[in-house]
């Protein structure tokens, strides 16, 4: 596959914060004071476990930033499916700066691949469903847009960036609305297109507020299977259906067959398992 495209400004800012967390104002005091400064070496990160591969181009970047003589004699390209033991980056340049960058590029690495590795799999999982799935704003804090590029690159789908992009009317928004149906209706005067006013509903009732009101999108939160198929009969084709709530791995097929249109994970991105990867370092003569 080809991977999506990454926000370059994203990259960088995600980038510096993250070397400035780890090197501080001193740098890392253990290779300076261990490493000669004209000594180079080769690092290779390499897979423990299968996975699917993301985050490339962010590894490369913290090693040009701390290197910008780094060379890359092999990169895999994102959203490749490799093998434990398999090499998915190399990088040659100065030792101190792959020592710098080391801790750095492996978070990155490890937290973007879990994150396309568990998206591949859901994806796998509801296949000839015809559903989709999708990501959601349970991302870490500083790291939606990576969060959310892994998820592509394991073939999801993005979904609300923020709060900007979408109107989502949630149960709490109704503590401070007189109703969904004049929620959605408020959203609509105010310029909000339909396709993108998703309502939360929880039973066929707000279903058919949500849908009365003019909502494009509903989410349908912790529906019970038989609930979903109902909502299903009422809804589909009139209005998107996005099965949410207490969803995991072993459960997605039973609930993308009940007709929805997608699937909404939050565990793809708030508690991914990280991706299990190492890097080995040997000097050039």
């Not at 993250?18 to 180079?40: K, M, P, Q």
């Not at 990576?146 to 109107?167: E, H, P, W």
């Not at 509903?201 to 299977?225: F, K, Q």
């Amino acid at each position: 596959m080809t991977p999506p495209a990454l926000d370059a400004q994203a990259v960088a800012r995600s980038i510096e914060a993250a070397l400035a967390e780890d090197l501080g104002a001193r740098g890392d005091i253990t290779s300076l004071a261990v490493v000669s400064s004209e000594l180079r070496a080769r690092a290779h990160v390499v897979a423990r476990e299968p996975l699917v591969v993301a985050g490339i181009p962010i590894a490369r970047g913290v090693f040009l930033r701390l290197d910008a003589g780094a060379r890359f004699p092999y990169a895999a390209e994102d959203g490749r499916r490799t093998t434990a033991g398999e090499r998915v980056l190399t990088v040659e340049g100065r030792a101190i700066a792959l020592l710098e960058g080391e801790r750095t590029a492996l978070n990155f690495l490890q937290r973007l691949s879990g994150i396309a590795t568990a998206t591949a799999a859901a994806v796998q999982e509801i296949a000839g469903t015809g559903a989709r799935i999708l990501d959601t704003r349970k991302t870490a804090p500083g790291l939606r847009l990576l969060d959310k590029y892994a998820v592509a690159v394991g073939g999801g789908t993005n979904n609300r960036i923020g709060l900007y992009d979408q109107a989502m009317i949630k149960d709490t928004h109704l503590g401070a609305a007189a109703s969904l149906g004049d929620a959605v209706r408020a959203c609509l005067s105010s310029g909000v297109p339909a396709d993108a006013i998703t309502a939360e509903v929880r039973n066929r009732r707000e279903l058919e507020e949500a849908i009365a009101a003019g909502a494009g999108r509903a989410i349908l939160d912790n529906m019970s299977l038989d609930d979903l198929a109902a909502c299903v009969a009422l809804g589909k084709g009139k209005i998107v259906l996005e099965a949410s709530g207490g969803l995991r791995p072993g459960r997605l097929k039973a609930v993308a067959a009940t007709g929805v249109d997608a699937l909404s994970l939050g565990y793809l991105t708030h508690s991914v398992a990280a991706a299990d990867l190492a890097m080995d370092l040997e000097s050039l003569p």
